[in-house]
């Protein structure tokens, strides 16, 4: 069955330091990978997607399948980057989501 | 353009009382339907999903139980809830296959 494994509940660092939240995967197909972000009070929402290959607001991640991470990194954090991020495997003919347990990034001054 | 409803926002229920959470999707047609749950400390789970009206898939055996009686209408239900059914509840959908999820607001759900 597939997995998704996000090692950090929480994440704190200082202002303008480069951040990676880290995600690795278990699926024995062909892994299709979103990063979703949770800003307090706002819904959970699709930060990026690894087909894609877009950096949306300064965030990128590269699917690494010979080590199954898809680490999501941003070279200068900012305040309003603070929020919860989970990584997720969409499987199947549903496009089902497995997520992962998220970790909290906290942006400091 | 699409949007996805949620309700009630909160809900507060006694052990062994029935549930009838309401999901609901305007602007669009024929869409997958997702409910998730997330219970304390934990990610988000897959409870159910739907494809079409009447078609119902269960990810996980538990408690609950989920319809979709109309193409944009989607409902998790139980008739006798757990003090482990508490949990933030995630509707969501998406239009086809390999499109992003949309999620709604989310119900707070406490069992006491």
């Known amino acids: 069955a597939q997995r998704v494994t996000q090692p950090e509940k929480l994440l704190s660092v200082f202002k303008g330091a480069p951040v990676e939240l880290k995600c690795n995967y278990s699926y024995s197909g062909s892994p299709e990978l979103f990063w979703y972000v949770q800003y307090s009070r706002q819904r959970l929402q699709l930060l990026l997607r690894h087909i894609s290959r877009e950096s949306i607001k300064g965030f990128t991640a590269d699917l690494n399948k010979g080590e199954t991470s898809f680490h999501l990194k941003k070279p200068f954090a900012q305040e309003e980057d603070s929020a919860m991020y989970y990584c997720a495997l969409s499987t199947g003919t549903a496009s089902k989501l497995t997520f992962g347990t998220g970790t909290r990034l906290q942006v400091t001054l | 353009s699409q949007t996805i409803h949620q309700w009630p926002a909160t809900l507060v229920q006694p052990v062994g009382s029935p549930l009838s959470l309401e999901c609901t999707v305007e602007?669009?047609?024929?869409?997958?339907l997702y409910w998730y749950r997330q219970a304390a400390g934990r990610g988000l789970q897959l409870l159910f999903y739907?494809?079409?009206?009447?078609?119902i898939s269960s990810e996980v055996p538990q408690n609950l139980s989920a319809s979709r009686p109309q193409d944009r209408q989607f409902i998790l239900s139980s008739k006798k809830l757990l003090l482990s059914d508490s949990g933030f509840y995630l509707c969501a959908w998406n239009p086809d296959r390999g499109h992003e999820q949309f999620f709604g607001p989310g119900t707070r759900l406490t069992v006491l």
């Open positions: 739907s494809v079409g009206i009447g078609q």
């Open positions: 602007g669009t047609s024929n869409p997958n």
